[in-house]
């Protein structure tokens, strides 16, 4: 008898333990389809073809109190806001229950899809086809600009494919490729191992900021710095204005009819982890800066910028009415990401800022960033 009144209870306590099992499942699975229901429906077509010239700004890590604590640290309004359309932009990954990674976010805005974190424009083993390759299908130039080595998530997600954001072999050789026509960012040591296949693909190859001014001939550069400045940059170590420059001037000489130039400012996000929050500000103020200089160089031609953020970082909180000795590194929550909705802003030259927003929702996906862009460009 006592043996039956225990086979009773371990059936009892298993079918309660699978009950609850299916329930968390379900009560997951209806999040997802909450969270994706309503994907890849906003019709962006109106854009096709209004602006041939495309630059995406992504603060990595960079949330809507990042802006606001930099704006106060400096005592001035971002560049940013000043573009016309602007809105927010969720950023989940195929995860459930957790943040995105930067992997997962870069290649959901480099291709229009939805990954699990740490794929790099990969999912189920194929390759997704990314903006910089339909524009390049498109005989327009393509560029890369990073204040992160060059095969970090965000900026291999536009270049590259690979299983993981790990995979560095992979992804540097993926870059080796006739898609990208300009690389600018960090990790010199690691793409000196590569040199030689780079020049055999047609890439001048530079470690230093003065080897590339007024010195290269051809369409193909890679720049590998050592490391990227967020203010007094030199040859070495460069800042991201000086990099968006020339990576404009580039472009347009090499390609005047046309091309798509992604940039990233890398470190809103690595001082976000650190909660390093002044520092922080120095490199969001550097890429705020990089995007007054595109919208200063792009007047004159029929250009689109977006800008965007791949994430939040730091959970950082920010009180209205804060004064500069208010901001300290206090101010984070956490040193992860989080789920908080980022900001996107966007200028068309074609268009009024009156005119974006009758198109762009004022809540989008990371994924319509992909589609906006792409119809654009017409890619």
């Given at each position: ?117 740490g794929e790099i424009a990969r999912h ?176 004159n031609a029929d250009s689109a910028i ?74």
């Open positions: 008898m006592k043996k039956v009144r225990t086979s009773k209870v371990v059936l009892w306590v298993v079918s309660v333990a699978l009950v609850a099992i299916l329930s968390v499942s379900l009560a997951f699975m209806g999040v997802s389809l909450n969270r994706t229901k309503n994907l890849y429906k906003t019709d962006f077509s109106s854009l096709s073809g209004l602006a041939d010239k495309t630059v995406l700004f992504i603060g990595d890590g960079m949330g809507e109190n990042h802006i606001k604590t930099t704006e106060t640290y400096y005592g001035e309004k971002a560049f940013m806001r000043s573009l016309g359309a602007d809105g927010y932009v969720t950023t989940f990954s195929n995860r459930v229950g957790g943040p995105t990674d930067s992997a997962a976010a870069g290649s959901a805005l480099a291709t229009g899809q939805k990954y699990n974190n189920g083993g194929k390759d997704v086809k990314s903006i910089a390759e339909y524009a390049k299908a498109k005989g327009l130039g393509v560029g890369i600009v990073t204040t992160d080595n060059i095969y970090g998530a965000t900026p291999a997600s536009f270049s590259s494919h690979a299983n993981n954001r790990n995979d560095t072999e992979d992804i540097i050789k993926g870059q080796i490729n006739d898609v990208v026509d300009l690389y600018l960012g960090a990790g010199r040591d690691d793409y000196l191992k590569y040199k030689t296949q780079f020049e055999n693909k047609g890439f001048a190859f530079a470690t230093s900021f003065s080897d590339i001014l007024g010195s290269v001939s051809g369409d193909k550069l890679i720049a590998a710095f050592s490391s990227l400045s967020p203010s007094d940059g030199t040859a070495d170590n460069p800042t991201l204005e000086m990099c968006t420059e020339f990576a404009l001037e580039f472009m347009e000489s090499r390609f005047p009819n046309g091309y798509f130039l992604m940039i990233e400012g890398a470190h809103i996000d690595k001082k976000s982890h650190a909660n390093e929050i002044v520092p922080m500000t120095s490199y969001l103020k550097s890429f705020d800066n990089s995007i007054k200089i595109a919208y200063d160089k792009l007047q977006i800008v965007t953020a791949d994430h939040e970082t730091g959970g950082l909180k920010y009180n209205e009415g804060e004064t500069k000795d208010d901001i300290n590194n206090g101010l984070y929550t956490t040193t992860s990401h989080t789920e908080t909705d980022v900001r996107y802003f966007i200028f068309v030259k074609k268009l009024s800022a009156d005119e974006v927003k009758a198109v762009v929702p004022e809540k989008i996906d990371n994924t319509d960033v992909n589609r906006i862009a792409r119809s654009l460009l017409a890619a």
